[in-house]
């Protein structure tokens, strides 16, 4: 071998190394990626549970709304009960088709 082919060669070398520097870095920042991933998957899931409980919380407060008389005779307050009743009767139908 000639002093242009070792000159190459160690060139060569070089890059190589380099490019497995470059793409152990990158299975590193892959691997921190789906960490940060999952644990930003985790949360979502957290926080869409809390959502659902609220808005769950929200409706029995809407409810309970309804149902207050402020004064109503309880005639009125029968009409908002079965109306709620066939809002929850539709609802179930639905679930059933």
């Known amino acids: 071998?000639?002093?242009?082919q070792i000159e190459i060669l160690g060139t060569l070398r070089a890059k190589v190394k380099e490019l497995m520097s470059i793409c152990d870095a990158g299975?590193?920042?892959?691997?921190v990626l789906q960490k940060e991933n999952a644990?930003?998957?985790?949360q979502l899931t957290v926080k869409d549970k809390r959502i659902d409980e609220l808005e769950h919380?929200?409706?029995n407060l809407r409810i309970a709304r309804l149902l207050v008389t402020d004064g109503e005779?309880?005639?009125?307050?029968?009409?908002?009960?079965?109306?709620?009743?066939?809002e929850i009767d539709k609802c179930i139908a639905l679930l059933n088709r």
Do not use: F, G, P, Q
């Open 1 to 4: 071998m000639n002093a242009e």
């Open 57 to 59: 919380k929200y409706n």
């Open 73 to 86: 005779d309880v005639h009125e307050a029968k009409i908002k009960v079965n109306r709620i009743v066939r």
């Open 27 to 31: 299975k590193m920042e892959k691997d």
């Open 39 to 42: 644990r930003l998957t985790r």
